[in-house]
């Protein structure tokens, strides 16, 4: 049995403890997430731009290079999804230092939880959906890269009589 009842600063600092635990799981399971997609882009990409130089090696023959813009397009796909690194990291830096302002300048932790938006938090968005750009757009160039792979293959096949 309990001698006193928690004060109101203890139950919100249970909260607010209670709170930020879930809060790091979230983050830490959206980062997963993104470092997973990022690594599977980068993958795709990187993989097929060495495959699609080997079958040009291979087949070095071949008159008219109609591989070469797929190579272009998986060697495209693999810098964006490179690039995606760069505003995601950039957008948790954001929202790290927005997370650190409103908890030192605040007076409460009341104050600290409803504190508004501020810049920092604005921009690690606006990083975030810059960066989730940039990762449909190294998907789409691998598909459009597979695309122009086929139809090159389709090509070559037909006209020479492979």
């Not at 399971?29 to 291979?58: D, E, K, Y």
């Not at 950039?90 to 009341?110: G, H, T």
Request: net charge positive; glycine share 8%.
């Amino acid at each position: 049995m309990r001698d006193r009842e928690p004060t109101t600063s203890e139950i919100i600092y249970y909260h607010v403890e209670h709170a930020l635990g879930h809060f790091q799981i979230l983050i830490q399971s959206i980062i997963g997430f993104a470092s997973g997609a990022i690594r599977g882009a980068t993958l795709l990409n990187g993989g097929a731009a060495v495959a699609l130089l080997g079958f040009l090696a291979s087949n070095f023959q071949l008159r008219n290079n109609e591989l070469l813009p797929a190579l272009q397009f998986f060697v495209a796909g693999a810098l964006f999804a490179s690039v995606t690194w760069v505003f995601s990291y950039l957008s948790q830096i954001c929202y790290a230092f927005d997370l650190k302002y409103r908890w030192n300048y605040s007076n409460s932790v009341e104050e600290c939880l409803t504190k508004k938006s501020t810049f920092r938090k604005a921009a690690g968005c606006l990083l975030q959906l810059i960066g989730m750009a940039f990762m449909i757009t190294s998907y789409g160039l691998f598909a459009w890269g597979c695309f122009t792979a086929y139809d090159a293959i389709q090509k070559t096949t037909l006209t020479s009589g492979l």
